[in-house]
C-alpha cells in the first residue's frame, strides 16, 4: 500500500525513506536532500529545482511532470525509473545512474553530466540541446524521436555523419 505525503514536507531531508511515498503537486525546491530513498515512490507535478540531492534513490519510482532544473545531482540513481515531462535543465548531474531507465519527453538541456550510466535506457523525445555529457557510459542506450542537430561524439559531428550515409 502506497503511502501518502504529509501536508508539508521540510527542505531539508537526510537519512529519510520516502519508498513508495505518493506525492502529488509537492515543492522541495532549494531543498537540501542527503542519504534519501524515493525507491518505488510515485511522484506528479513534483519540483526539485535548485534543490542539492546527494546519495539518493529513484530506482523503479514513476517520475511524471517533474522539475529537477538547476539542481545538483550527486551519487543517484533513477535506475528502472520510468519519467514522463521530465526536466533537468542547467542541472549538474555527477555519478548518477539511469540503467535501464525510461525517459519520454525529458529534458536536459544545458544539463552538466559527469560519470553517468545510461546503459540499456530508453529516451524518446528527450532533449539534450547543449548539454554535455563526459565520462559517461552509454552502452545499449536507444534514442529515439530525439533532435540530434549538432551532436558531437568525441569530436566527430554525428548529425553530419548521418546525412552521409
Excluded: W, Y
Excluded at 537519512?15 to 509537492?26: H, N, R
Excluded at 540513481?77 to 533537468?88: L, Q
Aim: charged letters at 30%; one cysteine or more.
Amino acid at each position: 500500500m502506497k503511502s501518502k505525503a504529509p501536508a508539508a514536507l521540510p527542505k531539508k531531508l537526510n537519512g529519510v525513506s520516502l519508498e513508495g511515498i505518493e506525492l502529488d503537486d509537492v515543492s522541495l525546491a532549494k531543498a537540501n536532500m542527503r542519504n534519501v530513498s524515493l525507491e518505488q515512490a510515485e511522484l506528479d507535478d513534483v519540483s526539485f529545482a535548485q534543490t542539492k540531492v546527494h546519495n539518493a534513490s529513484f530506482e523503479k519510482a514513476s517520475l511524471d511532470d517533474v522539475s529537477f532544473a538547476k539542481s545538483k545531482v550527486h551519487n543517484v540513481t533513477f535506475e528502472r525509473a520510468e519519467m514522463d515531462d521530465a526536466e533537468f535543465g542547467k542541472a549538474e548531474i555527477t555519478n548518477a545512474s539511469f540503467k535501464k531507465a525510461k525517459l519520454d519527453d525529458v529534458t536536459f538541456s544545458e544539463a552538466k553530466i559527469t560519470n553517468a550510466s545510461f546503459d540499456g535506457a530508453v529516451l524518446d523525445d528527450t532533449k539534450l540541446d547543449n548539454a554535455t555529457i563526459k565520462n559517461s557510459s552509454l552502452i545499449g542506450l536507444k534514442i529515439e524521436n530525439c533532435a540530434i542537430d549538432g551532436l558531437t561524439i568525441n569530436g566527430i559531428r554525428i548529425d553530419e555523419l548521418l546525412k552521409k550515409s
